[in-house]
């Protein structure tokens, strides 16, 4: 068996990409009761949301990859498939919510059978992530905030769309999650979905996988306008061939990388660029 | 072989597993009192419930993997071989990626997980394949088994590789972690099922390890002490089979453990298969809670939980290069 | 009397084609019989094909006057000891272990040792003069240290008949003679032996000598009267004698025979 894939893997988990699957919101172990002061979220995506809500003061426990500052005191659990059960029991929280995946399942199964209520919410897709936010609004008693969020992601792809229609041409564009190895947001995947309400035409194939891989002569056919590169730690150039590098572009919003409230300024980000790309004329090579 | 040596040296294993095993409770990412737990004080007793469950499926794995190892170096005339030399857990990787990929992962079936039994589909499929391929005129050749072993594991690998390209990241998180091997909180039913199946192939081997003793002579030799030596192999590869397949569809693919132990207990207690066998069992369960515990306690310096097969890499390679040199020293003698 | 070990008409060999064709011969107790021949005659497939190790594609081996496929295999290696050639020398046994493994056959349903097993074993690790490297591991012990380390197994095993091939490869003359006496004390205590010569005069100090050549026995009898001058020029092509009497038999050569072309 080799090793060599963990390499794969690390690059490619900077998208922190999460791919539908999973049957919806469920819920784990026993309902909470009475309201949730103590809040254990096992996934950046979803502390986001909670601070977003108003609640970043409740969360008690995070994943080690939480760089919030408002949880920057909050005990550190785990990561995305190696949450520590006995950890999150030793904090007694009220509610722990995360994403579905195979690896947590064990650890967040055996936190619900200790007796503490578990909110399973998916965000891979936009309607992941309304549904979470109305979900986690009304678990925080904050339907309010909740409610406001979801008009003000509303009122974004609105604009988005608006200003889609005003540009007229569809740009072509590619949004590349991975780097070594290309990897990009293909039909069906959170990004996709952006891209579609921004006006943009994703040259990746309607056939192909969610997060197909490229090699440089397949982006290089696909032909991009503009080549949007999600945030990641190493933000680097050197895996696509010379000729796109000028058309790339490295966002700045963590909202195409991480589903959550970053949608709004994502979106802004998006239109942002489409009407920078569109506006400028064709220079010859 | 006496009785009485037999049972003085599994009695030291014995004394050492129930350490292991004490200490594996006690210890952990969090602190426990252990007298509170016992009283029934909540969650301390949950945790030292949760804990003494993974503690057994790591002793279970762990046991496993040493008497089929100990039983594979035994078959294959080779030293080096571990449990998975012989196609098995190309086969269990094959099952389990297949079943990740797909997103069957977070789904159970009678309490265990769909990933873990298509991981047992696959490597009972890949051992029958390995079987019928390594025969020469319907007899097993250690030689012919060893190479249709290796070759099955890298066309594994290439399919795995292939799968991972097109995965989700996530989800390739997940393969990743299982291809390396880690011990979760398992469900009863899956423990019972594993324990069960792991203590009666165990029996078989350890019944039968005049057999194995007898084909490290060589196939001649066996069959002038009146042991058959392709009965022999059949019913040691079957026995490993049931064993492989147990452990990588509860654990994953945790490497160095089927390799290191049996060394170490040959080292401590000489090579008889008699002793070798039973003794490799309780040796591997003690190893691979201990390395369990070590990938817990290691969550209390870096907030992860390592898998427990890297911390078995990380113990068993210096262990194992210690001991070939140690070897090699004590032949010059 | 019944004889220990008898081939009737065996054939035997890998594949279809037969490398022993149509051997019979008869060993009985007491008796030590050389079994000796040019290169690739085929002595190490009949000692295989009269262990049982070797299915006979013709023909029948008897031990005790019951055919060996009717034993079971147990019973089988309690009258019948094979000691091959050579070993795996990354055996890890020591050499108390190693003899040890020759109770096999007698073992009981969990394998423990019992008094008669530890009387058995001592024996012939005394008698094998292996008693100074008893427990020193087998990958560290001389060629001939092996050969007798092997011997002393078939000795621990108990059975009547012992079947050796090339025992005394690696011995020095010291303890290739006391191979030889090993094999005669075992005979004369009621077992038999059949052994693989390669060396015509230490096979001339068997009480019997068969020749094996292109797979069928050329001759048998007493070592004066099968190792004739005509025999050796005639299956191994040399001019020579062998010379009886005085301290023990010796073999002198003087050459090679002339051979037809196209022969070797």
């Known amino acids: ?100 995946s195979p690896g947590n399942r064990g650890a967040v199964q055996l936190v619900a059978d200790a007796g503490i209520p578990v909110q399973v919410l998916p965000l891979s897709t936009l309607a992941d992530v309304l549904a979470a936010v109305h979900a986690l609004g009304k ?26 229609a005003r540009r007229g041409t569809a740009v072509g564009a590619v949004l590349l999650v991975g780097v070594e190895p290309l990897v990009a947001a293909g039909p069906g995947s959170f990004g996709a979905e952006l891209l579609a309400d921004a006006g943009a035409r994703n040259v990746i194939e309607p056939s192909a996988a969610p997060f197909p891989r490229l090699s440089p002569e397949h982006l290089m056919a696909l032909d991009p306008r503009v080549v949007l590169m999600a945030p990641s730690p190493d933000r680097t150039l050197a895996g696509l061939p010379l000729q796109i590098r000028p058309r790339a572009v490295l966002l700045r919003s963590q909202g195409l990388a991480r589903p959550g409230p970053g949608i709004v300024e994502a979106l802004r980000e998006l239109t942002e660029i489409l009407d920078a790309v569109a506006a400028r004329r064709e220079t010859p090579p | 072989m006496t009785a009485l040596r037999l049972v003085r040296a599994l009695g030291v294993l014995a004394v050492v597993l129930a350490a292991a095993l004490a200490l594996a409770v006690a210890l952990g990412s969090e602190p426990l009192d252990v007298a509170a737990a016992l009283r029934g004080v909540h969650p301390d007793a949950f945790i ?39 196609g098995l857990s190309g086969g269990a990787a094959i099952g389990a990626t297949a079943a990740i990929a797909a997103g069957l992962g977070a789904m159970g079936l009678f309490g265990g997980s769909l990933v873990g039994l298509l991981a047992l589909a696959g490597a009972l499929a890949a051992a029958l394949l390995v079987f019928s391929l390594g025969r020469v005129h319907g007899r097993l050749v250690p030689e012919r088994l060893l190479l249709v072993g290796v070759v099955f594991n890298a066309f594994a690998s290439s399919f795995i590789l292939a799968v991972q390209s097109v995965a989700a990241p996530d989800r390739l998180q997940s393969l990743l972690s299982w ?76 490497g160095f453990a089927g390799l290191i132990v049996p060394h170490l207990v040959r080292l401590a207690f ?24 070590g990938a817990r306690l290691f969550f209390r310096a870096a907030h992860t939980e390592p898998p427990t097969g890297m911390i078995t890499a990380l113990v068993g390679a210096p262990l194992f290069l210690w001991l070939l040199v140690s070897r090699t020293r004590r032949s010059e003698r | 009397m019944t004889p220990l070990l008898e081939a009737r008409s065996l054939s035997a060999g890998y594949g279809r084609r037969p490398v022993v064709k149509d051997v019979s011969l008869a060993l009985h107790a007491g008796r030590t019989l050389a079994l000796v021949g040019p290169n690739a005659a085929g002595k190490t497939t009949l000692l295989h094909a009269l262990a049982g190790a070797l299915p006979a594609q ?28 050579s070993a795996r020398h990354d055996v890890d046994f020591t050499v108390r272990e190693l003899v040890a493994l020759g109770r096999t056959p007698h073992a009981g349903p969990w394998g423990m040792e019992t008094a008669a097993d530890r009387e058995a074993i001592e024996r012939a690790v005394v008698a094998a003069d292996l008693s100074h490297v008893r427990d020193r591991p087998f990958s560290a012990l001389s060629g001939g240290e092996r050969q007798r380390t092997l011997f002393a197994r078939a000795l621990a095993q108990g059975s009547p008949v012992l079947l050796l091939d090339e025992p005394t490869a690696h011995l020095d003359l010291g303890h290739q003679l006391l191979m030889l006496d090993l094999v005669a004390a075992h005979a004369s205590s009621g077992g038999a032996a059949l052994v693989v010569l390669h060396d015509l005069a230490l096979a001339a100090r068997l009480d019997e000598v068969a020749v094996l050549a292109g797979g069928s026995i050329a001759a048998r009898g007493a070592p004066g009267e099968v190792l004739t001058a005509a025999l050796l020029k005639e299956v191994w092509g040399v001019e020579g004698t062998l010379e009886q009497g005085g301290p023990g038999p010796a073999l002198r050569l003087a050459g090679r025979v002339a051979r037809a072309e196209g022969e070797a």
């Open chain 1, 1 to 100: 068996m080799t090793r060599r894939t963990a390499c794969i893997a690390a690059l490619l988990f900077c998208a922190c990409r999460r791919d539908s699957g999973s049957p919806g919101e469920t819920r784990l172990g026993p309902p909470p009761h009475g309201p949730v002061t103590r809040l254990v979220t096992l996934a950046p995506s979803l502390t986001e949301l909670a601070i977003v809500l108003g609640a970043g003061d409740r969360v008690v426990g995070v994943t080690r990859f939480d760089d919030a500052p408002a949880v920057s005191g909050a005990v550190r659990v785990g990561g995305y498939s190696d949450p520590s059960p006995e950890t999150i029991i030793r904090l007694a929280p009220d509610l722990v919510v995360c994403q579905p």
């Open chain 1, 139 to 164: 678990l925080l008693g904050r339907e309010d905030a909740a409610r406001a969020l979801i008009d003000d992601i509303a009122a974004a792809r609105t604009r988005a769309r608006e200003a889609a």
């Open chain 2, 48 to 86: 030292l419930a949760s804990r003494a469950a993974r503690t057994a499926l790591a002793a279970i794995v762990g046991a496993a993997l040493g008497i089929s190892g100990a039983a594979l170096q035994a078959l294959v005339e080779n030293p080096l071989a571990d449990p998975f030399v012989l």
């Open chain 2, 179 to 254: 291809m390396l091997g880690s011990i979760g909180y398992p469900s009863p039913a899956a423990l019972a099922a594993g324990a069960g199946a792991v203590l009666a192939a165990a029996a078989l081997l350890t019944w039968r390890a005049p057999w194995l003793n007898a084909l490290c002579l060589g196939e001649t030799e066996a069959h002038s002490l009146g042991v058959n030596p392709d009965r022999a192999r059949a019913t040691v590869f079957a026995a490993c089979a049931v064993l492989v397949a147990a452990a990588t569809s509860l654990a994953g693919v945790i």
């Open chain 2, 270 to 293: 000489g090579s008889d298969h008699r002793v070798l066998v039973p003794g490799s069992a309780l040796g591997g369960a003690a190893f691979l809670a201990l390395a369990d515990l």
């Open chain 3, 58 to 85: 013709e023909g029948e081996v008897l031990l005790s006057g019951e055919a060996v496929e009717r034993l079971g295999a147990k019973e089988r290696a309690r009258r019948l000891a094979l000691v091959p050639q």
